[in-house]
């Protein structure tokens, strides 16, 4: 098992940035496949980034590629989304999800692929 807290959530403006960051404790000696989804009240939940166990494979949605960038630092057992240029359409629960992967490179975008979520962080971006 392991656990999933996200963190770094907030209020900012149009065009701001935010940083969210997802520990992950307990059984962190596992490799993990890691990704973001975020989710606005009484919709789907939505993929929004994936990453690899290895880091060297990352996959985003269309709407925020070239304005989000994740990362992890295996070391800490984190995994980091840092959004851009940030629009209200953005807005949304954003949780972080695990699970162990196929392969050192493979990544993950579906829900019904990760094993472990966190209780997700609120982040609204106003016009």
């Known amino acids: 098992q392991v656990q999933l807290i996200e963190s770094g959530g907030g209020l900012v403006q149009a065009g701001g940035s935010l940083r969210l960051s997802c520990a992950a404790s307990?059984?962190?000696?596992?490799?993990?496949?890691m990704g973001w989804f975020r989710q606005v009240l009484g919709k789907e939940r939505d993929f929004v980034a994936a990453?690899?166990?290895?880091?060297?494979?990352?996959y985003y949605t269309d709407s925020v590629k070239g304005r989000f960038t994740i990362v992890r630092d295996n070391a800490k057992n984190t995994v980091d989304l840092q959004m851009n240029s940030l629009k209200p359409e953005d807005t949304a629960v954003y949780y972080c999800a695990a699970r162990e992967p196929y392969y050192a490179e493979s990544y993950h975008t579906s829900i019904p692929e990760y094993a472990y979520w966190g209780q997700g962080t609120q982040v609204t971006v106003s016009s």
């Open positions: 990453i690899s166990w290895s880091g060297t494979r990352t």
């Open positions: 307990g059984r962190t000696s596992s490799r993990y496949a």
